[in-house]
Structures are given as C-alpha cells and as structure tokens.
C-alpha cells in the first residue's frame, strides 16, 4: 500500500500539466489562450506552494509522519509548475523578446516579485536531494525557510496584479498565512516541552 | 453601408511597415522554427485588420454589470430586458429632452463602422460596428456655455445585473468625454454588430464606442447623457486613480502599472501568433490627434 503512495502522488501532481496540455492540443483555451496557460500555471503554483506547505502541519495534527514523504516531491512541483508559468511569460507571450520583459521587471512590483520568487526557489531545488540535505547538516533546514518568503512572495504577485477583484488571491494569501503562523505555534511547543 | 473603409482603420505606411516591425520583434530561434511550420506560419501572417469573428466578439466581454470573467456577460445577460428603454440628455443644456429607442431608430440612420477596439488589457479586436455618431445625437440639444464635458450614465438594474450587487465598482458605470471628444465624427453610438441588433452582452441597446481609446471609456446600455462644467469622475478613476486617467487615449507610451501598452494580442490569433505593436490613438492618430495639441499625454493619460 505505502509502496503506491508516492507515485499516486506524483501522477496526482502531474494531472494539471496533462489538463493544460490537453487544451493547448485541441485547441480549448478560448480567444486568449496565451493568458490562459499564464493564469492556469500560475495559480498551480500557488496551489503547490499551499500543499507543500500543509505538509508539516499535518504530521503534528494526525500525528502521522507519512505526510513528510511527500513534502520535497511537491516542493519540487511547485518548481515545475513555477518554471512553466515563467517560460509561457518569457517564451510564448514575449518571445524572448528580452527589453520588455526587462522593462516589466523593473518596473511592475508584481513582476519583480514574482520573478524574486521564482530566483528563490532555485537554490531549494538544487538543494532538494538526500545527499545535499546530508552535505548541508542545519543549514539545510535554514535555507528551506525560504519557502516561507517564497509562498508570501507568490501570493502578493497574485495580489498586485488583480485588476480590482480580490476574493481569490486574498484567499490564497490568508491560507499561506494561516500555514505560516502553524510554524510559530509549532515552534512554542516544542519549545513548551522544553 | 460602409463609410469607413479597411485602409482606413490603419493608415496605409503602418500596414506596409508591419512586416518589418513582425522582424524586428525579435523572435526566438524556437519561433523561427516553429515557423516553418505552415500551419502556424498562418497563424503569424494573419493580417491584424481581419474582422474578429462574431462567436469571440460576443463570447469575451468586459461587461462586470454581469460578472468579472470574460464568459460571464454572455452567460448572465441572455434574459436582460432592453425594452422599453429610453436615454435623456440633460444637465448644461436649453432644454433636456427624452429620447426612446424606437424613436432613436427611426431618426438615426446605422451604418457599419469597422474599428479596432483595444483593451486595457493588453488585447484587441477587429468589430463591425454598427452605429451613428453621437454628435448627431448631441446636436438634438442645445448646451449652455457651462457644458464642457458629457458624462455617460449606464444602466443601473441590480435585480437584472448579477455584477452590480456587488461593489466591484461605483455603480451605476460611469464614463465622460470632453464635448470635443463627444461630437469628433469617430465617437460612435452603436446600435449592432456584424448587421444585427446588439447583443445584451456587448452593451445593448445602446452603447458609445470611441475607437482610439481603451475598452473601458465606451459605456455600454447607457440611459443618460449629462453635460457638465467639470471634468466627470469616471467609475474606473474613481476605483484607481492611479492606474486609470480621464482620457484614456491608446498609448504605448504610457506603461499601466500591470499591463504592457507597448504590444496587444489580437484575440482569435491563436497560441502561437506574437504580440504585436500598439498603435498611438490605436490608429486613428491621423484624425484624433489634433483634438490634444499641447498637450501632454503622459500627464493627461
């Protein structure tokens, strides 16, 4: 049973690549279907960083370990779907036209951000192995927090780009909020149990 | 009818130049090898005047009366009663007068009007308009020496328009323009599209279309016409000030704070198409620009 946990996961994970594929193939994408697969991206990314971040917080409420497991698997998910987000930005809708996605990172905040965002989640991707998680020792552990800076990140690049309807990004920023502040918490605990 | 002709929606020298600026856009070697493919080399050689087809111009809205998404006007608006309806003009003028669509109709003659409309957004369409100019409208009153502006007054109806129980905006929409702006012979009220009558979704029964401004200055289903003294507080300035002026010209000098203005997506281009370059005054600089001599557009945006 536990043997097919990760790869359900991993399929599971894989499912909204295979969607949007899907869509680009037979053409379901709408008049704008550039956009689409930026917004579709996107928001997947978004969705990763919150199940990646739940993960932990699930283990001290069911007291269950196993969720652990999975925790790098959707990390390196959210860098997936992350990587695929900026390259629809870069590639499809600007063409590797470097000046004005320069321009844009310079001058729009929620592209500088998300761009900030995505720099970030580089080193954690190089860093996601076994081997390197022994090869860091502690600082392995420090250096993965930047996933906290990495989630508020994402959710104000959503935030600021919302023309003026915020319902759906202020929702992803309060539940990044609500898992951030499970840390803290977590945190005291243990600190309680001396 | 067709008073406008197609060389006339993009000065003649811009059309030729396009090829040059498609080179100069730079594409990535990927594009280039896409290219070769004749399928997608379509998709790249379509020509940026063709007419948008009916299905996307009446499927992909900004229309937030009936909803936020693009799909959402044409799904929430089927049922929307436009009849009876009837529009004043009132305010800084001799004598307000009520005008019904029956009798719009019968003293206005529609005629197509094929013109670019461009999004805020960053996307644009080709629209076979149909319509007549609103200074023939205008000109059925008498504005006193106060009237500067017009402002536009939308429908409010939240009973019928889902969009509106919800303070997305400060409704009812409101839009202006300076009197000279309202009576240039491009400021056009539409009555339909592609030869019928407008669908709820696009604005019916009556809505304003100035073609060198961005999407959101057209007012759709608009009941009233006030001329004022003073320069109208628009729905969208009043949500942002920042990001949205009172002219609105098509700029792509001007960055949006979110959006690229230097390039557009012609929608129904397809996944592989570019961006292309936005126009100043989205193309009819050749008959707006005089209207903003001296001024400077980057302040006034």
């Given at each position: 049973m536990k043997k097919y946990l990760k790869p359900s996961i991993f399929f599971l994970s894989s499912l909204p690549f295979i969607f949007i594929f899907y869509k680009i193939g037979f053409n379901k994408l709408g008049p704008e279907p550039v956009k689409e697969i930026t917004h579709f991206t996107g928001e997947w990314t978004l969705i990763f960083i919150c199940l990646t971040l739940s993960m932990s917080p699930l283990k001290k409420i069911t007291?269950?370990?196993?969720w652990i497991n999975f925790r790098r698997m959707l990390g390196l998910f959210v860098f997936f779907y992350a990587t695929l987000h900026l390259l629809t930005y870069v590639g499809l809708d600007y063409r590797f036209n470097w000046q004005p996605i320069i321009d844009d990172v310079v001058k729009k905040k929620y592209v500088f951000i998300g761009f900030a965002a995505w720099l970030l989640l580089i080193p954690l991707t190089i860093t996601s192995s076994k081997k390197m998680m022994k090869l860091l020792k502690n600082n392995w552990k420090k250096l993965h927090r930047l996933v906290y800076a990495i989630a508020i990140f994402g959710s104000l690049h959503y935030i600021w780009l919302s023309?003026?309807?915020?319902f759906k990004p202020l929702t992803y920023f309060i539940i990044i909020v609500v898992l951030l502040l499970f840390r803290i918490k977590i945190k005291k605990k243990e600190v309680n149990y001396g | 009818m067709k008073t406008i002709k197609y060389s006339k929606i993009t000065p003649e020298s811009v059309y030729k130049n396009r090829r040059s600026f498609l080179k100069k856009l730079g594409f990535g070697a990927s594009t280039l090898a896409l290219s070769s493919i004749p399928l997608v080399n379509n998709g790249l050689a379509k020509d940026r005047n063709e007419l948008t087809s009916y299905k996307d111009i009446t499927t992909y809205n900004n229309y937030y009366e009936f909803g936020t998404s693009k799909g959402d006007p044409y799904k929430n608006s089927q049922t929307f009663k436009t009849s009876p309806w009837e529009i004043s003009l009132e305010g800084e003028i001799d004598k307000p007068i009520k005008l019904s669509m029956e009798e719009i109709s019968e003293i206005f003659l529609s005629e197509e009007r094929i013109y670019r409309l461009r999004c805020v957004e960053g996307w644009s369409m080709v629209i076979p308009w149909l319509g007549f100019s609103l200074s023939e409208l205008l000109s059925k009153v008498k504005p006193t020496s106060k009237a500067k502006f017009v402002e536009f007054e939308s429908v409010y109806d939240p009973e019928q328009m889902k969009?509106?129980?919800?303070?997305?905006?400060?409704?009812?929409y409101k839009e202006g323009l300076r009197i000279d702006e309202a009576m240039h012979p491009l400021t056009t009220v539409v009555t339909g599209l592609y030869g019928r009558k407008l669908p709820n979704q696009n604005g019916a029964p009556l809505r304003i279309f100035i073609p060198w401004k961005y999407g959101f200055k057209s007012a759709k289903a608009i009941v009233k016409i006030k001329f004022v003294e003073k320069m109208p507080m628009s729905s969208w300035m009043w949500a942002s000030p920042r990001e949205y002026g009172?002219?609105?010209?098509?700029?792509?000098?001007v960055n949006h704070p979110r959006w690229s203005q230097a390039t557009e997506r012609i929608i129904g281009e397809g996944i592989w198409a570019p961006r292309v370059k936005t126009l100043m005054f989205n193309g009819y600089g050749d008959q707006v620009a005089n209207l903003y001599t001296g001024m400077d557009l980057k302040k006034n945006f």
């Open positions: 007291n269950i370990s196993v023309k003026t309807i915020f | 969009g509106q129980r919800y303070p997305v905006l400060n409704w009812p009172f002219y609105s010209n098509v700029n792509p000098n």
